[in-house]
T-cell receptor
Framework: EAQVTQNPRYLITVTGKKLTVTCSQNMNHEYMSWYRQDPGLGLRQIYYSMNVEVTDKGDVPEGYKVSRKEKRNFPLILESPSPNQTSLYFC?????????????FGPGTRLLVL | DQQVKQNSPSLSVQEGRISILNCDYTNSMFDYFLWYKKYPAEGPTFLISISSIKDKNEDGRFTVFLNKSAKHLSLHIVPSQPGDSAVYFCAAKSAGNMLTFGGGTRLMVKP
């Protein structure tokens, strides 16, 4: 089954404790991205990657890191999480960066930073 | 400031009637518009899209209308079904693959 998977689905942590949220897609997609969803603000893009070893900042990159060492994986790293990073996170992928390409979203990771 | 706005946080409609969800945008560079649907505990799923060269796109019960001069688009669902109850996000692209989302509208379809 074609899908985007994220782990963990739920995470409670404390301020300053490094964490990684994994994202994997099995569709051989070139493009992958991370979003965060906050009430009333919709989804905002954190980082994106157009291919292996190519990453770039989205709208809200502060406090996050990403890497794209393999085509299928795009982990999101919070080196020193803070309470304002409490949010619902979505990973997405698409076949290419074409203008009309549809992005497929993972199921989400709900993060609470205490 | 948000470039894509959905001014109605929620909408309640009777089963069988029309649901109309609205979206306004400010960036005139947006050229492609999409609607995503999201159920609880799931990621958004693509519903329908429209290019700025069109003013209407239809797919079964779903129709999206685009009014470029007013910078406004709407999603019509006819007839509405209880399974359509979800949060609907409007999104826009200006270049490449970056999506700018609205805040979402929660649609409740009552049996």
């Amino acid at each position: 089954e074609a899908q985007v998977t994220q782990n963990p689905r739920y995470l409670i942590t404390v301020t300053g404790k490094k964490l990684t949220v994994t994202c994997s897609q099995n569709m051989n997609h070139e493009y992958m991205s991370w979003y965060r969803q906050d009430p009333g603000l919709g989804l905002r893009q954190i980082y994106y990657s157009m291919n292996v070893e190519v990453t770039d900042k989205g709208d809200v990159p502060e406090g996050y890191k990403v890497s794209r060492k393999e085509k299928r994986n795009f982990p999101l790293i919070l080196e020193s999480p803070s309470p304002n990073q409490t949010s619902l996170y979505f990973c997405a992928s698409s076949y290419s960066t074409g203008f009309e390409e549809t992005q497929y979203f993972g199921p989400g990771t709900r993060l609470l930073v205490l | 400031d948000q470039q894509v706005k959905q001014n109605s946080p929620s909408l309640s409609v009777q089963e069988g009637r029309i649901s109309i969800l609205n979206c306004d945008y400010t960036n005139s560079m947006f050229d492609y518009f999409l609607w995503y649907k999201k159920y609880p505990a799931e990621g958004p799923t693509f519903l329908i899209s429209i290019s700025s060269i069109k003013d209407k796109n239809e797919d079964g019960r779903f129709t999206v209308f685009l009014n470029k001069s007013a910078k406004h688009l709407s999603l019509h669902i006819v007839p509405s079904q209880p399974g359509d109850s979800a949060v609907y996000f409007c999104a826009a692209k200006s270049a490449g693959n970056m999506l700018t989302f609205g805040g979402g509208t929660r649609l409740m379809v009552k049996p």
